[in-house]
């Protein structure tokens, strides 16, 4: 598009430059500011594509050795040890090539974001006594057609020039966000610059051989393997993929363990409490939660980080910041019996469900009910999803029986209940039975709709019969604004 705009234009000055000339102008003025004009803008893009080489080198380039060893990433036992594994290639040099092996050039680290496969990279260049050499595939994408390619030849260059310096055997390469430049070749949209950088990667990996002084590996990092050329994951390539994924309970709390060195704990602190609330909770979000924790004891002038301050981390990094928001006092009142019918019904379907309820508001939240699960779950029963849903539903009914009617504030539970409800019938737990993935649109919507609807019949009885126990839990909010789960079960144990 811009290309075409740019050739437009210089046809049209050219065509009145040729007008002028023909009608008698002297145009020699228009030609010599022209001619300085494209000399001072071949100057300035010169320029800036020089420097944009220098911030890849400077910024990508580290000639130290990470001090970042494998006992300091937490949980990831697996890929630590088939990372490892693969890593022996290189330490193991004069073995591998006495036996005639091909060297191990390329290894994926496959997984979800924060989930320490920088980390790992890095511990892999320390193991090895290798120079770290790092990068991200967005460095490399251009509109300019060869410069992509060009950066590529510069990092491998780099890579050996620095492990020569630096007096090291080895060189770590590592390609974050590998997708961007490794995707399938012919798909994007530039995709002539793209498919050159991609294949110049190819054959700078292919040209890595056994005989070299200095051994190189290529580490690609990404968290969407399914995007990438085949010709990269072909034997010879990255022949090794190793998964990092979202860390189980006890992977949980070693990083938890791991960012609380040097972070005085208070003695009711239960990191495996901790460890056990954050389900789904990432290497990244963890060291943030620890973190979080130590400003919030910094700003209240504590010596130590106590249980408070953790479950307040927690929630701050589960749902945002806490808002200065003022909500009319009509709106506090419907937002603490939203919360209280979340908290009941959770109650119900599973009792000592509920860590906390509160009606501050909170990232987008106006107030918020959090569960602890019990132990990491991977399985759902139709009962279990069924119970979700009467959770998710149970702040609308708990409205609509005291107020009359619902509000918006149900349009992010609603969208919840929708998602389980469609596990339900994909899992062919519904009344269809097991359905296809291409389930008509109508059936499915007209499904979900009665799934909603079922378990909001039970949660409207519920509610009904136990209604006080929703008035006490609504003054208690409106009074204290917030209530732990032990303070909330008891409260509900003395209204029954
Ligand atoms: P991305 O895909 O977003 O680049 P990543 O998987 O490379 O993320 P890292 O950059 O390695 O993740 O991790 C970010 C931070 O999270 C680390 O600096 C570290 O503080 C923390 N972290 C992540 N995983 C772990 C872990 N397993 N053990 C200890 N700390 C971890």
């Known amino acids: 598009m811009k290309l075409a705009l740019k050739e437009v234009l210089l046809g049209t000055a050219l065509a009145i430059l040729v007008f002028l000339a023909v009608r008698g102008f002297d145009i020699t003025p228009l030609i010599l500011i022209a001619a300085m004009v494209l000399v001072l803008k071949f100057t300035v893009d010169n320029r800036s594509q020089s420097s944009r080489f220098d911030v890849i080198e400077r910024k990508g380039v580290s000639t130290t050795i990470p001090q970042v060893a494998f006992s300091d990433i937490g949980g990831q036992d697996v890929a630590k040890r088939e990372f490892k594994e693969a890593l022996d290639f290189i330490r193991l040099d004069q073995e591998v090539r006495a036996l005639g092996i091909r060297p191990l050039k390329g290894i994926l680290l496959v997984g979800p974001p924060g989930t320490g496969k920088t980390l790992m990279a890095k511990a892999a260049a320390n193991y090895t006594n290798s120079v770290f050499i790092a990068a991200s595939g967005s460095q490399f994408v251009e509109m300019y057609a060869g410069v992509g390619a060009k950066r590529v030849r510069q990092l491998f260059k780099k890579a050996y020039s620095e492990a020569e310096k630096a007096g090291k055997q080895a060189a770590i390469i590592f390609i974050d966000e590998i997708d961007v430049l490794g995707a399938k070749r012919g798909k994007n949209v530039s995709h002539m610059e793209y498919d050159q950088t991609l294949n110049e990667l190819l054959t700078q990996i292919d040209g890595i051989t056994v005989n070299q002084n200095i051994r190189l590996l290529v580490v690609g990092a990404t968290n969407r393997a399914d995007l990438l050329d085949s010709a990269l994951l072909r034997p010879g390539r990255f022949d090794r993929i190793v998964k990092v994924d979202l860390p189980d309970r006890r992977g949980r709390l070693q990083i938890l363990k791991i960012h609380a060195k040097g972070k005085p704990l208070a003695d009711d602190v239960d990191l495996d409490k901790v460890a056990q609330s954050t389900f789904g909770f990432s290497g990244a979000h963890l ?27 927690v929630e701050k990094v589960m749902l945002g910041e806490r808002l200065e928001r003022t909500p009319t006092e009509q709106e506090r009142i419907r937002i603490a019996y939203h919360e209280a019918g979340h908290a009941v019904i959770s109650e119900k379907v599973n009792a000592g469900s509920v860590a906390s309820v509160t009606i501050v508001s909170r990232g987008n939240a106006l107030g918020y009910m959090r569960q602890h699960e019990e132990d990491d779950r991977y399985l759902y029963t139709k009962d279990e999803l069924l119970g979700r849903i009467q959770v998710c539903m149970a702040g609308a009914m708990a409205e609509e029986l005291v107020f009359g009617q619902r509000s918006t504030g149900s349009l992010g539970d609603i969208e919840q209940a929708e998602k389980i409800a469609k596990k339900v019938i994909y899992s062919g737990l519904s009344d269809l039975g097991v359905v296809s993935s291409e389930l008509p649109t109508m059936t499915l919507s007209r499904t979900i709709n009665q799934i909603i609807q079922e378990q909001e019949c039970i949660v409207r009885e519920y509610l009904a019969a136990n209604v006080n126990k929703l008035h006490i839990l609504a003054e208690v909010l409106l009074e204290q604004e917030k209530l732990s789960g032990q303070e909330l079960r008891r409260i509900l144990h003395q209204s029954a």
Do not use: G, K, P
């Not at 943030?288 to 209240?300: G, K």
């Open 287 to 313: 060291e943030s939660i620890m973190n979080e924790a130590a400003i919030q004891a910094l700003r209240c002038r504590r010596q130590q980080i106590t249980n408070e301050d953790l479950r307040e981390a």
